[in-house]
């Protein structure tokens, strides 16, 4: 059983006490009685030598009857029981009985050694006084022999009665020394389980990392040592502590901020650890999914199949997944195996870069390159057709070959208007790309007006009416030629794709963060699955329309990147059957280069 330090001394320093006091007073107890008996015993004999004095004569003469007087009065006067025994046995006179009345005391032990001419003494037990006594028994010589015994007794109740007192003392005094003792040994026991008690105390602290406080000193050498031990084993685990959290706080935020994924698994396919970009691009809570098996965590067969190759391969292993998580996303995986400190294998080490955005770059570029063939291969082809057709005899035939020519004329015109939009496509992205491109604070309404004017004439030609709505004060930070062109590109549509006789408005105001300019068309609109690409490069809604109209599918993907170039960002509504909105919004921040090559 666990009992407290201090009850465990106090309780054993109490014992000793007690022990201690009962043995010291037992001991001066029976010394005690040791001495009174031996002086009782003396004093008989001395008593017992005086009435062999008195008794010799009477005795000599045999005079045995005035014997038994003599011994009253002396017994009498000495509160001492007398006897005079004859060596036979028989008592001859007696101080507190009557000698014929009383039995041969020849077999008495003290009457034995008295006889035998020595001193007899003797403690027992008196049936005829019924109590015990001390016995002392000289002989009496008369002639060189004895003549008789005398035998002086007492009861031994005075010697008791005496010795009771001084028991009493000595309890007394034995119970306040224990009292004393045990106070003072609850102090010791104090002294000594307290500076424990607080080192225990610390120690808690300590095991709980709290180092903050050191130990108390104490007066006593064995525990101030263990304190100062504690202490120094505290400072160190500290400091310890310390570089291992600031060494761990390192790496997370090392692997906190790297963009590629990092996972760490175990031999037996358990996730030891991964960063937060790991999270994002396995789209896991990375406290849940510590600890945790892999094919729970994270059900990509790809996944599960290439940890298995590093592990039973040893090599490093790269390959592409594909992620199926909502999205489609492509990762490239780098594999290899994890070591630890003493080189052996602990299981496997994924590093994982998302390439979705490559992947759709490389799709877009092979598309736009399929496309820009596609969309150039047309004018090549009919103006091919139409020389093939001129020169086998074709221009015999001076009407048709006016036909023709005009045909090739505007083939050539059209091949013209793509690889200028081409151009300026890309000469948007390179000064957005570099940076050169210039944006001065100027006024939008100057602006809109010219976008206007240059559309007049086309809008003249479809009968429609172009209204505007911009306050002379608004300034904006911007390349005026691009949102010219912009705005231009976006006129352009919205009269080309709204019946003749109606109505275009372009309006611009400044909101908060950005101003924004609107260009409205009541034209056939744009059906809700066409929105979201429509600012694709070449992507048209109906191909033969915009062929015919002259179009080139590359205005909205110029306009998006003009506006991409002054931080912006364009957004369409639309209405099939009622009309559009195209919205170019610039914030108010100075002209950022986030063009993208979209
Ligand atoms: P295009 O040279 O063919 O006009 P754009 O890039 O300017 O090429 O436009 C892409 C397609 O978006 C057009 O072919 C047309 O189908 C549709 N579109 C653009 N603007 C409008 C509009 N205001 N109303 C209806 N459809 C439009």
């Known amino acids: 059983m666990v009992r407290r330090l201090f009850w465990k001394l106090y309780v054993s320093y ?9 043995a010291v007073g037992g001991f001066v107890l029976s010394a005690m009685r040791k001495v009174y008996v031996s002086r009782v015993a003396a004093d008989l004999e001395a008593r017992a030598q005086l009435i062999a004095e008195q008794i010799r004569k009477p005795l000599k003469q045999r005079q045995y009857a005035g014997l038994d007087d003599v011994c ?40 034995i050694e008295a006889v035998a001419g020595r001193l007899g003494k003797t403690l027992r037990y008196s049936k005829t006084l019924r109590t015990d006594m001390m016995y002392v028994a000289t002989p009496v010589y008369i002639d060189e022999s004895v003549a008789a015994v005398i035998r002086t007794s007492l009861p031994l109740t005075d010697i008791e009665h005496v010795l009771g007192t001084v028991a009493g003392r000595v309890l007394l005094g034995a119970v306040v020394v224990a009292g004393l003792a045990a106070g003072v040994g609850l102090v010791v026991s104090r002294r000594i389980s307290r500076p424990l008690e607080r080192l225990r105390e610390g120690a808690q602290r300590f095991a709980e990392g709290d180092f903050s406080q050191e130990l108390p000193g104490t007066h006593t050498e064995e525990i101030a040592s263990l304190a100062t031990a504690l202490n120094r084993m505290a400072a160190q685990l500290g400091e310890k502590i310390q570089t291992i959290t600031r060494q761990r706080n390192e790496q997370e935020a090392i692997l906190a901020s790297m963009i590629e994924g ?37 059900r990509n ?10 592990l039973s ?52 570029r092979r598309d736009f390159v399929a496309n820009v063939s ?63 491109f210039d944006a001065v604070e100027a006024p939008l309404a100057e602006v809109l007006r010219a976008a206007v004017a240059a559309c007049e004439a086309q809008a003249a030609e479809h009968q429609t009416q172009i209204h505007t709505d911009c306050s002379d004060e ?49 034209g056939c ?63 108010h921040r100075s002209a950022s280069t986030e063009a993208s090559s979209m």
Not at 301 to 310: C, E, G, P
């Open 72 to 111: 009253e009065r002396l017994g009498k006067a000495s509160s001492t029981r007398i006897t005079v025994i004859m060596p036979n046995g028989l008592v001859a006179a007696d101080s507190d009985e009557e000698p014929s009345q009383m039995d041969s005391h020849a077999d008495r032990p003290e009457v």
């Open 474 to 522: 608004l300034q904006v930070r911007m390349n005026p030629q691009l949102i010219e062109q912009a705005v231009v590109n976006l006129l352009d549509n919205a009269i080309n794709y709204s019946d003749a006789g109606s109505r275009v408005y372009v309006d611009a105001e400044g909101r908060e963060g950005e101003t924004v300019i609107r260009v409205v068309d009541e």
């Open 313 to 364: 391969s040893r090599q490093i292993v790269e390959e592409q997944i594909t992620l199926h998580d909502g999205a489609e996303r492509f990762v490239q995986v780098h594999g290899s195996v994890l070591r630890d400190g003493t080189d052996r294998e602990i299981g496997s080490l994924l590093v994982i870069n998302d390439v979705t955005r490559l992947r759709r770059l490389e799709t877009v």
């Open 262 to 298: 990092v996972v760490a698994i175990d031999t037996e396919q358990r996730i030891l650890s991964l960063n937060q970009a790991a999270g994002r691009l396995l789209n896991v809570e990375i406290a849940q999914a510590q600890g945790r098996n892999l094919v729970e965590v994270i």
């Open 14 to 22: 109490l014992v000793v006490v007690i022990v201690c006091t009962g």
């Open 301 to 310: 067969a790809d996944l599960q199949r290439l940890t298995k190759k590093i």
């Open 374 to 436: 596609h969309e150039l291969m047309t004018p090549i082809t009919a103006i091919k057709g139409f020389v093939e057709t001129l020169c086998e005899g074709g221009l015999e035939d001076q009407r048709k070959a006016t036909k023709f020519l005009g045909i090739i004329g505007r083939q050539a015109d059209r091949l013209n208007a793509i690889i200028e939009d081409l151009l300026r496509l890309s000469r948007i992205e390179e000064e957005g790309k570099s940076g050169g």
């Open 525 to 587: 609109g744009i059906a809700a699955e066409h929105l979201p690409r429509i600012f694709e490069r070449f992507y048209r809604v109906d191909k033969a329309r915009s062929r015919e109209l002259g179009g080139t599918g590359l205005g909205l993907a110029i306009v998006k990147h003009i506006a991409q170039v002054h931080g912006g960002r364009v957004t369409v509504e639309s209405t099939p059957g009622k009309g559009s909105i195209f919205t170019i919004h610039l914030p």
